[in-house]
């Protein structure tokens, strides 16, 4: 069984193969159709490979597949090899099941695009790409899948490309990625400097002997290459822009899986990170409270239905590393897979919207959905309890569990996790009744409700056809089968989905079990007395139940209309952070450019030629030899340069 | 004396005196340039097919010395020795290793394709002329055991690129061409001095030889300061070559005028010479003068990495971007070359190769541009993926081969030379990794400017890539996958000759390569522990055959 570990990620690669070169002749529906089979044959992969190790006894429960030598120098040896173990098949279950329902999903969604079989392509590099990042059995395979990953993010958010907003949200995701990158390489650097390998079996041995500066440097540029990754501050800017793309893009990349990979990488690497100095986890989890905070102020303003939900992946995300820091490896875990749950049908939800919305994404058109729309908006509510941590719903789960460990850590991050769970309770009913409630909004142009629409349309780069619609009348309807089934089973795993791990009783710790031999170096050991737990078990649950019944208050009874007092301008502009960013990099940072290359073009080249003439001008003397033949120049030189020997070696043989 | 004598038969290397492959090797283009110049002006499509077929079988004789290679020989392999002058002793000596391995591949590699994908479009018969004579010239040079014939070979090359890029050029061709030639004139008339220099002091009044194994196989003959000064007198000709910055100005100029077979050329093939010249003049020759100069060569390269990217980022002319990238580029092989280091050397190697199929495959594809354009400015194109997907396809594929995409040849060569790089200059290689963040922001923005967005009227009917275009990329593209995913055929012929040369500089100077923590060997794996073991191993054994003997000249001295 353990030879076939490599089915997982082979499908997906020949999906990827035989649609580079069949793609456009099967074309509409068939090249979606394999691409979704290829997918789902990597999910029966995933399984099989599951139900294998887990016949196996709790302590073998891994297995190492090593296909080529990939880099064999000196000292330094690394193959292409694959490493199955509890936590890289729970990665892959989740990755390639909700991935075959976002294919499925997206033969729908995808309809009538003149480039259907190349998003298919790409969908499926992509899915191969995370899985390497996953399954690889050493750093560089994971950094491989990583860049991979990263590179069919560009693709797909700049898959539009004639639109030029598209294609600067594709180049900004590669860069700003590429700056966590440079902390993945450095880590990669210590690590094999320090260990002498970079495969994952031998740092686990080796870690402890680790001395705690080199582990702190190797974790905190981790976290640097987890910060690009996985969209914390202040590498986040990235992840909002990206909603460019497609949104079946939007709900596997940039919310279910890609974004994940940071998270993945800290539990991957959480013996060093439990060697290093213990300012690394606090920072960690620092900034995913602030992050967790941040991002969720931001989305209570936000008018896009796809940028409130792409600022919740970001707090989410918060939340995460907040579980990392805290030392909560199972909770991150955990939540990352409840989340790529309910965010993934939120997604898929939003799409179907949009879908029926005829290309409209503003919510301020929306409202009153919910009779049009049916079940799409029953699953969109059934992935809004489960992120609100509704009781016995996913995130409730999950988010208790997360703001358990950070309670213990301190409570400090507590309170700001309870701020932003409470914000999250708010943002996103507030949501639901501006899309699915109150009075229908799509029967009259945008432009009477919002006057100066054009300009902030104009800002955003926003034009008719992407990302907002007709300017008419929009008549909404329920999607086809191909994007509601996905929804639909979606939806009951949100429901449900937090039994994987329940805190209810002790034998209900599925996945805690299932992943501790990965995870025990770094997993904090709580020692809160029962009665505490619950306490804050019910408190992070009023949380997001004060946030909800607040939204009701403010937008549910005023029919889902906008409120100016509570949306403020400095929220919808993200603390004007990005564009601050933006305003440094076109203004000082291009002058500092073009200043150096004014100085390579000036000084450096107006050196060579300043040189040049001040020759041509003295041999003008000398003009009688001047034949304008380069051979007599050249002749010339080889002398002269005889001659300048010929005086070394005389002071030389002398000397 | 008697270790002196040891070491003039450590010296002498595997020779093959059956068959003179490499010398074949060489003549063949020459002979192609002498057919091409014997056909009448009056046919063009003759003279094209003969060219064509000469630089294929050169090819095809380059492939020939890959495959006949012995892998596990560290040394020289398949010499030729010819007495050309008695005295001073100057040999048409030629040999292979790993290192002059992969330049030869490269150089068989990139003519013809240069030759079939950018046809010039007047004097067919000279362009093909030259291009040949250029071929036997960069061999040449690669294969050279011989400093003086490295020098002629070396030379040689000016001349048929300056008559490329004067003849066949755009705009400002004259002045590029003229600065191009004096610029590494300038350069190799140091090296001149350095070459005779060298060999005359060697010999310390006894006969005179020019043989490079001899002359680096008894290193501490030279006194140290002159072997340093003599070192320099090389370096300042490689810098003009590779170049380095600040020597560099050249190279945009002469990439932006040139015709594309020739940007080609110049940068797959001839910018080698340079940090070829560096490994084999420099590290092998004055392995304890390289030692010495390394902190500042180092330097150079992480300045040229990040200046040659802030350069490229702000260009308006697309060529001259590529140009600049290969500024950035060639700093990634010197700051690893100058690491001396097993992996930062294998890297540096094999990065020549790849700069050379990304930075030629870059060079085709704006040189299509151009021919459907007529510009090069990036702001007078946009949006050509909708008219010509395929092409943007092939750019994106070399794109992220040169941004260093992991499971790309790009990525081998740059890993290599940075994780190499941080064992002995820590600071500097992690300063050089700022390096791939730039190359991504430079390609990328660039890329977006040309080919995302809405087609303009100018750029709406932009052609697709042709059938033959196709065709010359085509082998290079499969070379970028191919290299990024199984670079152990071409790793494991690199090795033995780096590791050999390591140790060549290890004995013959304080530089020690750092061994990597020992914690590390408890936890490898054991069938990987006895890989290495064997390595390790073999690496001993060079030394008791053919590197001891430079150690005990040493200590003879």
């Not at chain 1, 579980?323 to 990352?336: P, R, T």
């Not at chain 2, 030639?181 to 005779?196: E, I, K, P, Q």
């Not at chain 2, 190499?420 to 923005?445: H, N, Q």
Request: aromatic share 12%; hydrophobic share 50%.
């Amino acid at each position: 069984m353990n030879d076939l570990i490599w089915l997982i990620p082979a499908f997906p690669l020949a999906g990827f193969v035989l649609l580079v070169a069949f793609g456009r002749r099967l074309g509409e529906p068939l090249a979606g159709w394999l691409a979704t089979g290829a997918i789902a044959g990597s999910f029966a992969a995933s399984v099989a490979t599951f139900f294998a190790l887990q016949g196996e006894p709790v302590r073998e429960r891994a297995y190492e597949v090593t296909l080529w030598e990939w880099l064999p120098v000196g000292g330094f040896h690394v193959d292409f090899g694959f490493l199955a173990d509890p936590l890289s098949i729970t990665m892959c279950l989740f990755v390639t099941g909700i991935a075959t329902l976002i294919h499925l999903y997206s033969i729908g969604y995808m309809h009538g695009d003149p480039k259907f079989s190349k998003f298919f392509l790409y969908l499926n590099l992509f899915v191969f790409s995370m899985l390497m990042l996953v399954l690889g059995d050493n750093m560089l395979i994971t950094f491989l899948g990583w860049e991979g990953v990263g590179a069919c993010s560009y693709f797909l958010i700049s898959f539009w490309h004639t639109e030029d907003a598209n294609a600067s949200a594709g180049k900004k995701a590669f860069v700003t990625n590429r700056i966590g990158d440079f902390g993945f390489m450095v880590a990669i650097f210590f690590t094999f400097a320090a260990l002498g390998t970079i495969n994952y079996t031998g740092i686990v041995a080796a870690s402890p002997s680790l001395a705690t500066t080199t582990a702190t440097v190797i974790a905190a540029m981790l976290f640097l290459g987890a910060c690009g990754k996985s969209a914390q501050l202040p590498l986040y800017v990235w992840l909002p822009d990206a909603m460019a793309g497609p949104t079946p893009v939007s709900a596997l990349i940039h919310a279910a899986t890609m974004v994940t990979g940071g998270v993945y990488l800290l539990a991957r690497m959480n013996p060093v990170i439990a060697e290093s100095a213990s300012w690394v986890p606090w920072m960690i989890a620092i900034v995913g409270a602030l992050t967790a905070l941040f991002a969720a102020t931001i989305a209570v303003a936000q008018n896009d239905i796809k940028k409130v939900l792409a600022y919740s992946t970001v707090s989410q995300l918060g939340f995460m590393f907040l579980a990392l820091g805290s030392g909560a490896y199972v909770a991150a875990l955990f939540h990352m897979i409840t989340h790529a749950f309910f965010k993934g049908l939120l997604f898929l939800g939003s799409g179907s919207v949009i879908h029926g919305m005829e290309g409209e994404q503003d919510m301020r058109r929306m409202g009153g959905l919910f009779k049009k729309m049916p079940i799409t908006a029953v699953t969109f509510m059934v992935g809004w309890l489960a992120i609100i941590g509704f009781p016995l719903f996913a995130g409730f789960f999950s988010k208790d569990e997360i703001l358990l460990f950070a309670y213990d850590k301190s409570p400090i991050l507590w309170l700001i996790g309870m701020a932003a769970a409470l914000l999250t309770g708010f943002y996103m009913t507030r949501q639901v009744i501006m899309v699915f409630f109150g009075a229908p909004r799509w029967d009259r142009p945008l432009e009477e409700a919002v006057p100066d629409l054009h300009a902030e349309r104009e800002a955003a780069g926003i034009h008719p056809g992407h990302g907002a619609g007709p300017i008419g009348e929009i008549h909404p309807h329920e999607s086809p089968w191909t994007m509601t089934l996905p929804l639909i089973v979606l939806g009951p795993l949100a429901l449900v989905g937090g039994w994987l791990n329940s805190a209810f009783w002790e034998r209900g710790k599925f996945l805690e079990h299932w992943l501790e031999p990965v995870v025990e170096f770094g997993e904090a050991h709580l020692e809160a007395t029962t009665l505490l737990k619950v306490e804050l078990g019910i408190g992070a649950t009023l949380m997001g139940l004060i946030g909800l019944v607040a939204a009701w208050f403010v937008y549910g009874r005023n029919k889902g209309e906008a409120k100016d007092r509570i949306e403020r301008r400095v929220l919808l502009k993200g603390w004007y952070y990005d564009s601050s960013i933006a305003a440094f990099m076109g203004g000082p940072g291009r002058k500092g450019f073009d200043a150096i290359a004014w100085f390579d073009k000036h000084v450096i080249d107006g050196a060579v030629n300043g040189v040049a003439s001040v020759v041509r001008v003295s041999s003008d003397k000398g003009r009688t030899v001047q034949t304008g033949y380069v051979r007599n120049y050249a002749l010339g030189l080889v002398f002269g340069a005889i001659v300048v020997a010929g005086l070394i070696l005389s002071k030389a043989v002398t000397g | 004396m008697s270790a002196l004598l040891l070491a003039s038969e450590g010296g002498r290397s595997v020779a093959n005196p059956s068959f003179p492959l490499l010398s074949i090797l060489i003549l063949t283009p020459v002979a192609g340039a002498l057919v091409v110049a014997l056909i009448s002006k009056r046919r063009p499509e003759l003279t094209k097919q003969a060219a064509v077929l000469f630089s294929l079988l050169t090819g095809a004789l380059a492939i020939g010395v890959v495959v006949t290679f012995d892998k596990h020989l560290p040394g020289f392999q398949m010499v030729d020795d010819v007495q050309w002058i008695k005295n001073p002793d100057i040999s048409w000596k030629l040999g292979v290793d790993g290192i002059s391995l992969w330049m030869v591949a490269l150089t068989g590699l990139l003519f013809p394709i240069a030759m079939l994908g950018a046809p010039p479009h007047d004097e067919e018969k000279s362009f093909y002329a030259w291009l040949l004579v250029l071929e036997a010239g960069c061999l040449g040079a690669f294969l050279a055991l011989d400093t003086f014939l490295f020098f002629v070979f070396f030379e040689i090359v000016l001349v048929p690129m300056y008559f490329l890029i004067s003849g066949w050029g755009y705009g400002e061709r004259r002045y590029a061409a003229t600065k191009f030639f004096l610029y590494t004139m300038f350069g190799s008339a140091f090296m001149l001095v350095g070459t005779v220099a060298l060999s005359y002091l060697h010999a310390k009044g006894g006969p005179v030889t020019f043989d490079l194994q001899v002359l680096a196989e008894q290193q501490g003959v030279v006194a140290e300061t002159t072997a340093r000064w003599l070192f320099i007198s090389f370096a300042i000709a490689f810098a003009v070559k590779v170049p380095i910055f600040p020597v560099h100005t050249w190279l945009p100029d002469a990439h932006t005028q040139a015709p594309t077979a020739g940007s080609v050329i110049l940068a797959g093939v001839m910018l080698k010479l340079g940090t070829y010249g560096f490994l084999r003049y420099g590290l092998y020759l004055f392995p304890e003068a390289s030692a010495w100069a390394a902190p500042v060569m180092v330097t150079l390269g992480v300045v040229g990495i990040i200046y040659g990217a802030v350069c490229a980022t702000m260009q308006k002319d697309l060529k001259r971007l590529v140009a600049y990238s290969s500024v950035a580029h060639m700093g990634f092989i010197v700051l690893g070359i100058f690491a001396i280091t097993r992996q930062a050397l294998t890297g540096s190697v094999i990065q020549m190769v790849n700069h050379g199929v990304s930075t030629g495959a870059l060079f085709l594809l704006v040189g299509y541009i151009y021919e459907r354009r007529h510009t090069r400015q990036i702001a007078e194109l946009k949006g050509l993926q909708t008219p010509a997907p395929k092409m943007a396809a092939i750019f994106t594929l070399v794109m992220l081969s040169s941004i260093g995409l992991p499971g790309l040849n790009g990525f081998v060569g740059e890993f290599l030379i940075l994780i190499g790089s941080f064992l002995t200059v820590k600071w500097w290689a992690v300063v050089a990794v700022t390096g791939v963040i730039l190359a991504a922001l430079y390609l990328l923005w660039a890329y977006q400017r040309v080919f995302h967005g809405e087609p303009d009227e100018a750029n709406r009917d932009f052609r697709d890539i042709r059938f033959t275009e196709g065709l010359a990329l085509a082998p290079l593209l499969v070379l970028i996958v191919f290299m990024g995913l199984f670079p152990k055929p071409f790793l494991e012929r690199i090795e033995p000759a780096v590791n050999k040369l390591v140790h060549h500089v290890e004995v013959n100077s304080d530089h020690r390569e750092p061994g990597v923590s020992t914690k590390g060997d408890e936890v490898v794996p054991e069938s990987e522990r006895r890989a290495e073991g064997e390595a390790a191993e073999g690496d001993h054994a060079t030394s008791d055959t053919e590197q001891g003997d430079g150690h005990g000249t040493e200590e003879g001295n």
